[in-house]
């Protein structure tokens, strides 16, 4: 297997690297910022494999919150209050993938459906036992716990 290495522009200022093999597999290409952490919005073929850790974003929320956008692993924290997440539009969040995770015995956490739309038919979950998780993924109409 080898690999090119093409020079992307990145209006941001650091030159990304676009790295191409020339495998008969799927489409593998992956932009490399300045650190040479690997970036990518959208990753076709029948898997992602690694050989070494995979990293992805923990966030803890303490308050009433709408998640979308960054982070895909929520620590949820009710330690001081009672309060509610709501997830992002169901038609925007095709295939992403939301873990809560509930840190404290304090108070519920609920996690809403945006506005009427659902988690495994009704629109809300309530977290309320300390370290108990939620694992919600979107078919594009809905969340579904998994």
């Known amino acids: 297997m080898s690999y090119i290495n093409v020079p992307v522009y990145n209006p941001a200022g650091a030159?990304?690297?676009?790295?191409?093999t020339d495998s008969n597999t799927a489409s593998a290409a992956v932009l490399r910022?300045?650190?040479?952490?690997i970036n990518a919005s959208a990753i076709t073929g029948t898997s992602l494999v690694t050989?070494?850790?995979l990293?992805?974003?923990?966030?803890?929320l303490t308050t009433t919150a709408?998640?979308?956008?960054?982070?895909?692993?929520?620590?949820?924290?009710?330690?001081?209050?009672i309060?509610?997440?709501?997830?992002?539009?169901?038609?925007?969040?095709?295939n992403l993938v939301y873990i809560f995770i509930k840190k404290d015995s304090a108070h519920n956490v609920?996690?809403?459906g945006n506005a009427s739309e659902n988690?495994?038919?009704?629109?809300?979950s309530v977290m309320s036992s300390q370290y108990g998780a939620l694992r919600l993924v979107c078919d594009g109409t809905q969340w579904w716990t998994f």
């Open 15 to 20: 030159n990304p690297l676009l790295a191409v």
């Open 33 to 37: 910022d300045a650190s040479g952490n």
């Open 51 to 53: 050989t070494g850790n």
């Open 55 to 60: 990293n992805v974003q923990v966030q803890t």
């Open 66 to 81: 709408t998640v979308g956008g960054t982070g895909s692993i929520f620590i949820v924290d009710g330690t001081s209050a």
């Open 83 to 94: 309060f509610t997440v709501t997830l992002p539009a169901a038609a925007a969040s095709t």
């Open 110 to 112: 609920t996690i809403k």
């Open 119 to 124: 988690i495994n038919g009704s629109n809300t």
